[in-house]
Nanobody
Framework: QVELVESGGGLVQAGGSLRLSCAPS????????IGWFRQAPGKEREFVAA????????NYADSVKSRFTISRSSDKNTVFLQMNSLEPEDTAVYYC?????????????????WGQGTQVTVSS
């Protein structure tokens, strides 16, 4: 079974940028939408962004619109989350996941495969 691996997390100052990557452990990415979710201490996991398997359709949480950009690599094997103008409120563990359906859904219950998460910490 395909395993998803996130990378690119780290510590950054407010206003800085990070780019997260989500890639399958195998040589090809499954033909399903990929979503990014995050979970901060004491909070429930929340939707961040999602993209369909072609890369033509995207969805964003209101809190990250205009700051974050989700995209796929040219070979479709990697999904990126470019995070700009980071704020302390963005601090969380970020997870990528594969949707069971053909649309880039916002509901985490529609995703059936999850990565281990990567920590993003934004300092004031």
């Amino acid at each position: 079974q395909v395993e998803l691996v996130e990378s690119g997390g780290g510590l950054v100052q407010a206003g800085g940028s990070l780019r997260l990557s989500c890639a399958p452990s195998g040589r090809t990415f499954p033909n399903y939408p990929i979503g990014w979710f995050r979970q901060a201490p004491g909070k429930e996991r929340e939707f961040v962004a999602a993209i369909n398997y072609v890369g033509s359709t995207t969805n964003y949480a209101d809190s990250v619109k205009s700051r974050f950009t989700i995209s796929r690599s040219s070979d479709k094997n990697t999904v990126f989350l470019q995070m700009n103008s980071l704020e302390p409120e963005d601090t969380a563990v970020y997870y990528c996941a594969r949707s069971r359906f053909g649309t880039p859904a916002t509901d985490m219950t529609q995703y059936d495969l999850w990565g281990q998460g990567t920590q993003v910490t934004v300092s004031s």
